[in-house]
């Protein structure tokens, strides 16, 4: 749907095909009031999702706000990857996980699975752990810095999608991306700084024959093929997105 058909679905609380039956409908005055007040904030730069305090990703419904991240299309993409190569109950770690929209769609997706879930932010995590209530799945949540508090387990697939803008890029980013948090963007001087500390981990935390799968920023790919190459991983693919940008790697524990 696009932005004028998604407020006025949620507005009127109906369907698009609704929507259109009733295309001659006149919006009380209340129901004005809130269209308008929605596309002010709008025009102001300020997300949909945001405003309408939900999005849609994988087919789900998460809830989203100024505490996370909102879901992208492009992260589904790694989603879909892992699904063609582990198409079965797994325990799954997903570091960094904001909304809680990849933990979630997996536990969905891989009935069975075990799923843990981390974030620095115990806004985050509060906010991750209401979107698994909404879709009814059970996930661990530990507030950690990555994998301090993971202690000693061991998982079949760690995925993550990291804070991955240069500290440079960040004021030139698009106007909306200013209301999301800026903790869940920065990677660090080259962008890099998470995959490094991550992968520099993750060998002590996956199985034998475990797989890392990240999503990754523009031009980033191969620069973290090179770190999964020195530290162990092989097997390693590299994914394009809609738009042919090398979007998603994953590798094997060596």
């Given at each position: 749907m696009n932005e004028a058909e998604l407020v006025l679905t949620q507005v009127l609380e109906?369907?698009?095909?609704?929507?259109?039956?009733?295309?001659?409908?006149?919006?009380?005055?209340?129901?004005?009031?809130?269209?308008?007040?929605?596309?002010?904030?709008?025009?102001?730069?300020e997300p949909l999702q945001y405003i309408l305090g939900k999005c849609e990703f994988m087919g789900f419904e998460f809830k989203v706000d100024k505490r996370v991240?909102?879901?992208?299309?492009?992260?589904?993409i790694l989603i879909e990857a892992i699904l063609k190569e582990l198409n079965r109950p797994l325990k799954i770690l997903d570091l960094g996980t904001g909304s809680g929209c990849i933990a979630v769609s997996?536990?969905?997706?891989?009935?069975k699975s075990i799923v843990w879930a981390t974030d620095v932010s115990k806004e985050a995590l509060d906010l991750a752990e209401e979107n698994a209530s909404l879709n009814k799945v059970?996930?661990?949540?530990?507030?950690?810095?990555?994998?301090?508090?993971?202690?000693?387990?061991?998982?079949?697939?760690?995925?993550?999608?990291?804070?991955?803008i240069a500290i440079s890029e960040l004021n030139g980013l698009a106007k909306e991306i200013s209301f999301e948090p800026r903790q869940a963007l920065a990677g660090g001087g080259d962008g890099l700084?998470?995959?490094?500390?991550?992968?520099?981990q993750a060998y002590d935390y996956l199985?034998?024959?475990?797989?890392?799968?990240?999503?990754?920023?523009?031009?980033?790919?191969?620069?973290?093929?090179?770190?999964?190459?020195?530290?162990?991983?092989?097997?390693?693919?590299i994914i394009n997105d809609y738009n042919n940008i090398e979007r998603v790697v994953i590798a094997k524990r060596g």
């Open positions: 109906c369907d698009k095909m609704s929507l259109y039956l009733n295309k001659g409908l006149i919006l009380d005055k209340d129901k004005s009031v809130i269209v308008s007040n929605i596309f002010k904030r709008r025009i102001s730069g991240l909102i879901p992208r299309p492009e992260t589904e997996l536990a969905k997706l891989l009935p059970k996930i661990k949540f530990l507030c950690s810095d990555l994998f301090k508090e993971i202690k000693d387990n061991k998982f079949d697939l760690i995925i993550s999608n990291p804070p991955y700084d998470f995959y490094r500390s991550i992968i520099n199985n034998p024959g475990g797989l890392i799968a990240f999503e990754v920023g523009y031009r980033q790919a191969k620069l973290v093929k090179v770190i999964l190459e020195s530290n162990n991983f092989n097997n390693i693919k």
